[in-house]
């Protein structure tokens, strides 16, 4: 059973800096994508940053040179390290994993993700 644990979210003032993790288990695919997806209260989930399994990425473009997705295969462990942050980056933030890969342009869509984590808190005040 695949299970995706993400932790690392808090409460931090606007310009501050947190360092989210997602702990996957169970999970073998190696063509896989892995993502990071936040959800504000009232607004709709949207894709943050993905990575695939050769190390490359996408960002939206609200958080691009402010956040960086990394992994780290041999922890099994996906990251994001945001930086910066202001009071818009506010939201629930979920590690998503796929079955394989998909072309770029859908990267930051929930579709190919079948697999998701609880969610971490992050809140950021002005």
């Known amino acids: 059973k695949v299970q995706l644990v993400e932790s690392g979210g808090g409460s931090v003032q606007a310009g501050g800096s947190l360092r989210l993790s997602c702990a996957r288990s169970?999970?073998?695919?190696?063509?896989?994508?892995m993502a990071w997806f936040r959800q504000a209260p009232g607004k709709e989930r949207e894709g943050v940053a993905a990575?695939?399994?050769?190390?490359?990425?996408r960002y939206a473009d609200s958080v691009k040179g402010r956040f960086t997705i990394s992994q780290d295969n041999a922890e099994n462990t996906l990251y994001l390290q945001m930086g910066s942050l202001k009071p818009e980056d506010t939201a629930m933030y979920y590690c998503?994993?796929?079955?394989?890969?998909?072309?770029?342009?859908?990267?930051?869509?929930?579709?190919?993700?079948?697999?998701w984590g609880q969610g971490t808190q992050v809140t950021v005040s002005s």
């Open positions: 998503a994993a796929s079955n394989g890969g998909t072309e770029r342009q859908w990267w930051l869509e929930s579709g190919p993700y079948s697999y």
């Open positions: 169970g999970y073998t695919s190696s063509s896989a994508l």
């Open positions: 990575i695939d399994s050769d190390g490359k990425t």
